[in-house]
């Protein structure tokens, strides 16, 4: 049996702080170009969709105010699109507002099915591997 080789990607790009317009776009063109290239996978950086360098010491309500349920945010929603558009996975961070209230970074990847990876489990699943 022969095996199918994985093309994966992964981007850094220059995502601008507090806009959910510009940094999707940026998303979806490396999408585009991805998919035209055969990739089978492409990642995206922690935060990529609201900005990451600007949250170090963000104010609480500001935070909040970027931060989307997941997953029926918009930008979840538009990971899912792209993904079955064209066919490949998609991994993207960015800051998830949870039912409690609390705000989470967190990175989605998106197929067939959403998977959410929060960054405290990622980690102490790291640091302490024996963690269930």
Not at 2 to 27: C, E, M, W
Not at 64 to 73: D, F, M, R, Y
Request: glycine share 6%.
């Amino acid at each position: 049996m022969r095996r199918k080789t994985i093309n994966a990607a992964s981007v850094q790009f220059n995502h601008l702080p507090d806009d959910k317009a510009y940094n999707p776009g940026r998303i979806r063109s490396f999408v585009n170009n991805a998919a035209k290239n055969h990739t089978d996978i492409v990642t995206f950086p922690e935060m990529c969709i609201t900005g990451y360098w600007h949250v170090r010491n963000p104010a609480r309500d500001k935070t909040k105010t970027l931060a989307e349920p997941v997953p029926s945010g918009q930008s979840v929603q538009t990971l899912q699109s792209l993904s079955q558009e064209n066919n490949l996975i998609i991994g993207a961070g960015l800051i998830e507002k949870a039912d409690n209230g609390e705000v989470l970074n967190i990175c989605v990847s998106y197929y067939k099915v959403l998977n959410n990876y929060y960054g405290t489990l990622i980690f102490f699943a790291y640091v302490y591997p024996n963690i269930p």
